[in-house]
């Protein structure tokens, strides 16, 4: 049920946490696209991330990078990607994402300094909440959404640098993709400048400057952001 970074992968074929829930999503947009993907491939890649929690319940950065990375910050930065990726995937039930939402409402209520960490978990909370028609989750949210611009107004946006290879402009397509869907209107103002950040900073080829930062940046054109022009 997971995938490795190579073939020579010494996790394979247990899987790496974190490129089963990096092809997890991609599986999951591809659905979301009209192409067609069995239901049993993100029943096993989910239940595989699931069984591969550590006993705090999270998952551990140790083993999951080629360049190393394992302490409290960075393992729940990565837990709360993963918890993203579940959600929208949608193959786990309300008992299996259960505990998870409750540890990422406790991560948002420590206030981290983690500004992808806070989006991802907002956003696996945003779908959950959408889906159930929660208006009181949602109000929460709206606290720790405004942290983030609190953060940008204080320093700025910057991935933990475990995350280094997406780097800026998957961090901020994330935050722009984030305040468009929780209420553009409000977060006008913001929406521009990430926009016109993402703009700027394309190489003179249109590209940006690895794969997952592009791919990153061509899905809010997907998403109408109009992030692409």
Partial sequence: GGWGWFRSDPSAPSGNVYLTAYVLHALTELREADVFVPDG??????KHLLAARNPQGLWSGKGAFFWEASNEASDLALSAEIFRVLVAAGALGEKDLAPLEDRMLGYLDGQPAEPLGVANAVGG?????????????????????????????????EPHWYHAYGGMVELNARILE??????????????????????????AWGAWHNTMGTAAAVRCKELGLSCLV
């Fill in 41 to 46: 491939a993100l029943q096993a890649a989910s």
């Fill in 125 to 157: 909370l945003m779908t959950l909440a959408r889906r159930r028609k929660d208006e009181a989750l949602t109000q929460r949210l709206a606290g720790s959404i405004d942290r983030l611009i609190a953060l940008k107004r204080q320093a700025h946006w």
């Fill in 178 to 203: 984030l305040l468009s869907e929780f209420d553009a209107a409000r977060y006008d103002t913001h929406v521009r400048e990430l926009t016109t950040w993402l703009l700027a900073t394309r190489t």
